[in-house]
């Protein structure tokens, strides 16, 4: 039985609910169950998304925009719609060259628990592509980089601010031409990737000493440290930051509340 209320509604309203509906974690099952046991966690807060929806604002509670850091990033109407439903009308677009930027310390640098997710669209797969760069300094120090890299993995490390590097593992499962969901779920010091429906890669740094830089960015390594082959070319959406380790039925990749249709 399919349920078409979502038809009656347009891209706008669409939008504005699943918003809502995504900005609350869906922790309603877990919160119920927990509550059972007496004890009731605290709500998680999608403090930063960054939906692109033609434009870089954040509709987190941080409500902090990016910035366009080099080249000229556009936005695309090719979009994983399917599965955040009819309100997700654009993504962006970028190529080598194009960089966006955030004027605020990544999250993982101070939360001691924190998840991001994303869906990426990458042109291929092949050398390594640094997508989340969290610094805008020179140099391959004090910072994150989640990087890309054939055949179809994902990778994350840091280096601290002495330039120590610290891996936290790689997953697979990624593919080239195609929407894929990524969510990194960040417990203490512990750290699980997820790709796409995929089990986790799940690795604990033992020896922390987190990153303290100020900004971050998306492709940003292209303009910090332009090295051959390190640069992003693709589409990226539905970036969002949580201040809680959400589980995996509260990610994005779940759907949105209202679609063309319920099965």
Known sequence: MRDHLSQKLDPKHLRSIRRAAMMSGWRTASIAALALAGVVPAAATTIHYYEFENDFADSGSAAQP????????????????????????????????????????????????????????????????????TTTGPGDTNRFNLALSGPGSMGLDYRDSSGTLHSLGAASGLVANQWNFIAIVKRGNTYALHVNDL?????????????????????????????????FSGRIDAVRISDQALNPSEFLNVGAIFRDGFD
């Not at 990016?66 to 090719?78: E, I, K, R």
């Not at 100020?214 to 292209?222: Q, S, V």
């Open 199 to 231: 089990p986790a890669v799940i690795v604990s740094d033992s020896n922390p000493n987190l990153p303290t830089s100020a900004a971050w960015t998306i492709n940003g390594r292209a303009a910090a440290q332009p090295l051959p082959g390190v640069q």
């Open 66 to 133: 990016a910035s366009v850091l080099a080249g000229a990033p556009a936005f695309s109407g090719n979009t994983p719609s399917d599965i955040l439903g009819l309100g997700d009308i654009a993504s962006v677009q970028l190529g080598v060259g194009d960089a966006l930027s955030f004027s605020y310390p990544f999250p993982f640098n101070s939360l001691t628990d924190a998840t991001l997710e994303f869906f990426v669209h990458p042109d291929a797969l092949g050398m390594e592509q640094d997508l989340l760069w």
